[in-house]
């Protein structure tokens, strides 16, 4: 499931879709990478491969209607930002030579199981509601740069928390796949840190669960074709015993730093 050719079953056809105000951006969406299909890197997800499509399609739009020196700007830093840039550019400049009409930005995408089949749906924004946004957040972002001695002091930090421990089926799982290492007695679990804005993270979490399931079943075992297969947000709170909170709380005064060596 975690490979890319699973995205491409997502691909019903190649059809040019006019541009009216019926307009499905998830058909647009999925019509915009058939060409790059064979370009992603083998551990991207299939979540990865939609969010960097993404990327590229808003920036495609940027592209269009921002002033070329200022979105040359933009692509300089995302040069020395972006994994695997060359790739962004491509698509960046393949949205912008077939698909300049097509002109909302893509906010938000959900992956559902309807039937056996993947249905992929997405949320757009007109172009002056975004960019408006996205002036307003960097503004913010500008603000809250302005550190002081108390930004480094025991907080709240600006994060929920996921906690997420295997449970007896995933036990279970693991024994039949090394049953020389004896049963598997879980001491840990993973704590994984989301944006604290999300208003219903139980809500949030039915629709992620899965990049989160991925992420267990690799850090056991990395042979994706013994994974299961048909995995959904029931098995998932078989498998794992999952809590969630909303209010964490930084103990120490040196920041926290960020490693991408895990993700």
Do not use: C
Request: overall charge negative; glycine content about 2%.
């Amino acid at each position: 499931m975690a490979k890319k050719n699973k995205v491409i079953d997502l691909f019903r056809g190649k059809n040019v879709i006019k541009n009216t105000t019926e307009i499905s951006y998830s058909k647009l969406l999925e019509q915009f990478l058939v060409p790059f299909e064979n370009d992603f890197p083998e551990d991207f997800y299939i979540d990865d491969i939609f969010e960097f499509a993404i990327t590229a399609w808003n920036f495609g739009n940027m592209s269009i209607i921002v002033p070329k020196n200022e979105f040359k700007k933009i692509m300089d830093l995302a040069a020395k930002d972006v994994d695997h840039y060359p790739l962004l550019r491509k698509l960046i400049d393949y949205k912008a030579a077939k698909f300049p009409t097509f002109s909302r930005f893509i906010t938000d995408f959900e992956i559902t199981e309807k039937n056996g089949e993947d249905i992929l749906t997405v949320v757009t924004q007109e172009a002056e509601d975004y960019l408006s946004e996205m002036a307003s957040s960097f503004d913010d972002d500008y603000t809250s740069n302005e550190y002081t001695a108390e930004d480094f002091e025991e907080n709240y930090i600006d994060r929920s928390a996921i906690v997420v421990k295997p449970l007896k089926p995933f036990a279970d799982w693991l024994f039949n796949l090394y049953p020389e290492d004896g049963y598997p007695e879980f001491m840990e679990s993973s704590i994984y840190l989301v944006n604290d804005e999300i208003d219903d993270l139980e809500a949030w979490l039915k629709k992620k669960f899965d990049k989160f399931f991925m992420f267990e079943l690799e850090n056991w075992h990395t042979f994706k074709k013994e994974w299961p297969q048909k995995r959904n947000y029931k098995m998932f709170k078989q498998w794992f015993q999952v809590e969630l909170s909303t209010m964490v709380f930084d103990m120490e005064k040196k920041p926290v730093s960020k490693s991408q060596e895990l993700f």
